[in-house]
């Protein structure tokens, strides 16, 4: 018997918990580094051989259908549309309907689980229906499930838990088990109706994987998504670039911590990040120019000197000095948001000056390592490559929407010695 390649996806959930970051649109379709969610778990699923998927969609499937069409890549997309919510049981009984074969997986389209579909179903494939679960620790917002050696024995309600294994919302099954253990009504909870009150008539398998689970509509999942599926600095990619290459650094939350709500006015101030300094010294070791261009708002606004602005530029400069590394200029902008004209980033003005002290400098073979927004898109307006540390939280919501190069937590993820990631 052969691995099924069909897949239903629920997708029709309107993402209330995540009203901050996605407006008017289904839940599935929040941007992750710039693309849905659902774009991530299909490529997910169509590497791992699903052929065809069928959208279970409802809240404002026009936005799905528009994006992605009739096909992903190589598998072809069917839409099971709800005139009205069915719950999850009705959403795949619906969309059986353009299932082909006898067996096929069902997932939720808001959630991600990092299972490999090939060992599920070789342990499973012998059983009309099988749960993928998955190991979690200190949590209180799922139930739990209970196992015997071949089956599943009970659900447990939410509560705090220390440890346990959750339903994660992966299903494999045949029709006959559908068929034979629905209601006749639409609307159901496929949960509620069939699994919990089935579990002592029906043979119920599962398969424990001990994977990451991600649920985006809580929003901290869905931040932590951004990580999961970013494209992150492999160390060996980094290092394989040209040395000729030049590294522009961001200052506040790059290479010191930021003072939230505050400014760096001295040098008291100042405290560099983990790994940042090590970090440098590994760049300057193999990169031939390394630029910082640091927007300094506190300045134009009198809350410090440019004495005192210098006073901490070259503290950062002779520590980094010290420490066996090489920054070889710092450009600031004083200005304040929205004076005309303005060298504060995104615009380019700083590294234009940069390329004149140094006219090496080719744009198209820099990086930029920013924490904002306003780092990417000066980067992007002038064709490098860019690197994310998110580490604004007045931005967060903002994060989700910008398609980068890299993500990486710090520049002690370079450092020397650092895993990979």
């Not at 353009?98 to 070789?122: A, C």
């Not at 420490?323 to 003005?349: A, H, M, Q, T, W």
């Amino acid at each position: 018997m052969q691995k099924p390649t069909e897949a239903i996806i629920l997708a029709g959930g309107m993402g209330t918990r995540l009203r901050e970051v996605i407006k008017d649109i289904p839940k599935p379709m929040a941007l992750v580094n710039g693309k849905p969610f659902l774009y991530h778990l299909m490529d997910y699923l169509q590497r791992q051989g699903i052929k065809h998927f069928v959208l279970s969609v409802g809240y404002k499937n026009e936005v799905i259908k528009k994006y992605f069409g009739d096909s992903f890549k190589d598998a072809i997309i069917s839409y099971a549309i709800e005139d009205k919510p069915l719950g999850t049981g009705g959403a795949i009984k619906l969309g059986v309907e353009f299932v082909s074969g006898d067996r096929f997986w069902v997932i939720n389209g808001d959630t991600f689980v990092g299972l490999k579909l090939n060992d599920f179903y070789k342990k499973t494939t012998s059983l009309e229906i099988s749960l993928a679960l998955v190991e979690m620790n200190d949590f209180d917002r799922y139930g739990i499930v209970d196992t015997d050696e071949r089956s599943i024995i009970s659900f447990k309600e939410k509560e705090q838990r220390d440890h346990g294994f959750i339903n994660s919302g992966v299903y494999l099954m045949s029709k006959g088990f559908l068929e034979q253990n629905t209601p006749k009504k639409q609307r159901f909870s496929f949960e509620k109706d069939v699994l919990e009150a089935k579990v002592d008539k029906a043979e119920i398998g599962f398969y424990k994987a001990k994977s990451v689970f991600i649920d985006i509509g809580i929003p901290e999942d869905y931040y932590l998504s951004q990580y999961i599926f970013s494209n992150n600095l492999n160390v060996d990619k980094l290092f394989s670039l040209d040395s000729s290459w030049t590294i522009f650094l961001d200052r506040d939350g790059v290479i010191n911590k930021r003072l939230p709500g505050s400014y760096v006015k001295t040098i008291d101030d100042f405290e560099f990040l983990p790994g940042a300094l090590d970090a440098i010294k590994r760049l300057s070791e193999y990169f031939n120019r390394i630029i910082v261009v640091t927007n300094q708002q506190g300045l134009g606004k009198g809350l410090m000197t440019i004495d005192e602005l210098k006073e901490v530029n070259e503290y950062m400069l002779r520590k980094v000095s010290e420490s066996g590394g090489r920054i070889d200029g710092v450009y600031f902008c004083d200005k304040l948001k929205g004076e005309i004209p303005n060298c504060r980033k995104p615009n380019p003005d700083m590294a234009f000056i940069a390329q004149k002290d140094f006219p090496d400098i080719d744009f198209k073979k820099s990086i930029i390592f920013g924490d904002s927004v306003s780092d990417m898109e000066f980067g992007r307006s002038l064709g490098m490559k860019t690197v994310l540390i998110p580490t604004k939280e007045e931005e967060k919501y903002l994060y989700p929407s910008i398609e980068v190069d890299w993500r990486i937590k710090g520049l002690n993820q370079i450092a020397p010695l650092s895993a990979k990631l």
